[in-house]
Each structure stands twice: as C-alpha cells, then as structure tokens.
Nanobody, 118 residues
Framework: QVQLVESGGGLVQAGGSLRLSCAVSRSIFSFDSMGWYRQAPGKQRELVASITRDGFTDYADSVKGRFAISRDVAKNTVDLQMNSLEPEDTAVYYC????????????WGQGTQVTVSS
C-alpha cells in the first residue's frame, strides 16, 4: 500500500509564500509522474503541477511563474513551492501518484488546507 502525507499548508496573506511537502512511502521513481492537485469549495479538483520520472515539469496556466514543483529522491518527497499567493489559490491541496503496474486506482494524500487572505 502506498501512502502519501502532505504537510506545509496554512494561512498566509496575499503576496506571501508557502511550501508544501508530500512524503511518499516508497521510491518516487516507482511512478511515471507525480502531481499536486487542488480543490476549492464548490469547484472541481484541478491539476496544479506535475513532475515526471525524468524530471520534466508542467503547470496549470493559473500558477505558471509563481509555483514550482520539485522532488528529493533521497527523501522520497515531492514539494510545491508557492510564491506570490493570491486569494484564488485558496483550496485544499492534494498530492497524487498514478497507479502502479496494472493497478486501476492512483494514490491520494489526505490533503492540506491553504488559505490566502486578501
């Protein structure tokens, strides 16, 4: 069983920064990619950033230039550095890993709340 545990959320003023971290219970190289999603109240869960096994990154247009995803292979963590935060970034942020092998379901963390005040 794979476990993902997020940390680092909190309350910050607009323009501030937060760093989220996702601790993975197995080697992150086990997965083709890993990602960070977010879900705001009344909205669908959306992909914020992803990083492939080869280290290629991709971002939602709304966070490009402000957020950066990175990984620490030795620690099996995937981080999301969030700068220039806006009230619209307020959401629960989830770490995600895709299914392994022939599995059908991916893996989600429990989520961490990020609240940006104006």
């Amino acid at each position: 069983q794979v476990q993902l545990v997020e940390s680092g959320g909190g309350l910050v003023q607009a323009g501030g920064s937060l760093r989220l971290s996702c601790a993975v219970s197995r080697s992150i190289f086990s997965f083709d990619s890993m990602g960070w999603y977010r879900q705001a109240p009344g909205k669908q869960r959306e992909l914020v950033a992803s990083i492939t096994r080869d280290g290629f990154t991709d971002y939602a247009d709304s966070v490009k230039g402000r957020f950066a995803i990175s990984r620490d292979v030795a620690k099996n963590t995937v981080d999301l550095q969030m700068n220039s935060l806006e009230p619209e970034d307020t959401a629960v942020y989830y770490c995600y890993a895709p299914p392994l092998g022939y599995g059908y379901y991916g893996y989600w963390g429990q989520g961490t709340q990020v609240t940006v005040s104006s």
